[in-house]
């Protein structure tokens, strides 16, 4: 018996451990491959109109790079390595235009923190009103107040993000001027928004990316379909005949195949991450990737791409973690 337990264990491990290094050969080929097309375009660009990316070793781009040619190629490819080294580490080279002579890595990785925050709260706000409107739809449905709630979650997440981004700038601060007229408040200290970073601002913002841009009604499709499967009458009446946990046996068909679909979304969270934080000028790297692509700070620019496929892939690779563990089928041996 315990040698059957013991098997079972090393076969578990090893398949994590295959999961895990597929994911990481195939997330460290994405962030090379993108990074190095950003760099060629951004080198590739005329030199009047994009600063020279200083990097640590304050290395300079030798005559290879005036004179052209294969000269131009190679050095290009130098600088591109040491670069890369660099953002190994976290150091991404020195900012020319934002904050002139400021290591790049400065200026991002507080940028970082401030979309991290931002991107999970946004996330999580969307995840719960999915599930739960699924929920409520696969239990509920035949009542027409849920059938209400669905029509809304289609309306509400049709509306593009910088549209609920101006409403809430230009309505809120109206609303707010209003208020404090009538003597109903004292305006908050982050009034008028745009303005720095508050509680009130950010919570605005993360509901904004929640909900705009389809991402909430997509979700709540998905997850809906997924619930539809796991309750299915037939698989139901296996459940009570084996005398299984309901709640758990629907967990297990659900979550692995829920975690799919919010894995993927991510990528369209931080599309719409850059245009909130630009819009409402919250300090997250979306914001200044946007700053630096404005001001040609390939340095800032191109280490912010960077961080945002990392926190793509990092984020997406725990949901397929996640997944993993929670489905048998996708284990080896399984």
Not at 24 to 51: I, R
Not at 145 to 159: D, K, N, P, Y
Not at 265 to 294: D, N, Q, T
Request: proline residues 4%; hydrophobic residues 55%.
């Amino acid at each position: 018996m315990r040698t059957g337990r013991r098997s079972d264990a090393g076969r578990l491990l090893f398949g994590l451990l295959l999961f895990a290094g597929k994911e990481l050969v195939a997330a460290l080929l994405v962030l090379v491959g993108a990074s190095l097309l950003l760099f060629a375009v951004l080198k590739a660009a005329p030199a009047d109109t994009v600063k020279t990316l200083r990097l640590q070793s304050e290395v300079a781009v030798t005559q290879g790079v005036e004179e052209g040619g294969s000269g131009f190629i190679i050095d290009s490819g130098k600088e591109y390595l040491d670069w890369l080294g660099g953002a190994a580490t976290g150091r991404f080279g020195i900012s020319e235009s934002l904050q002139k002579g400021r290591h790049a890595s400065e200026l991002i990785w507080p940028a970082v923190a401030s979309s991290f925050s931002l991107l999970i709260m946004g996330l999580f706000i969307s995840v719960v009103f999915a599930l739960g409107a699924a929920l409520a739809r696969n239990v509920f449905g035949h009542l027409g107040i849920v059938r209400l709630l669905s029509s809304t979650i289609g309306i509400f997440s049709a509306i593009p993000v910088f549209l609920y981004v101006y409403g809430a700038v230009a309505g809120g601060n109206r609303l707010i001027a209003a208020g404090a007229e009538a003597g109903w408040w004292t305006p908050p200290h982050w009034f008028p928004l745009p303005v720095e970073p508050a509680f009130a601002p950010w919570l605005i913002a993360a509901v904004i990316l929640a909900v705009g841009d389809g991402g909430l009604v997509d979700l709540f499709q998905r997850f809906s379909g997924e619930l539809r499967g796991a309750l299915k009458g037939e698989h139901l009446t296996g459940v009570r005949m084996l005398g299984l946990s309901l709640p758990e046996v629907v967990s297990r068909d659900f979550i692995p195949g829920a975690l799919s679909h919010i894995s993927r979304r991510i990528s369209f969270f931080l599309g719409s991450l850059v245009v909130v934080e630009s819009a409402l000028g919250w300090p997250g790297v979306g914001y200044l990737a946007w700053r630096a692509a404005a001001e040609r700070d390939m340095a800032v620019l191109l280490g912010a791409a960077f961080i945002m496929s990392v926190l793509l892939k990092i984020v997406g690779m725990g949901c397929d973690l996640a997944g993993y563990m929670a489905d048998p089928r996708r284990r080896v041996g399984g």
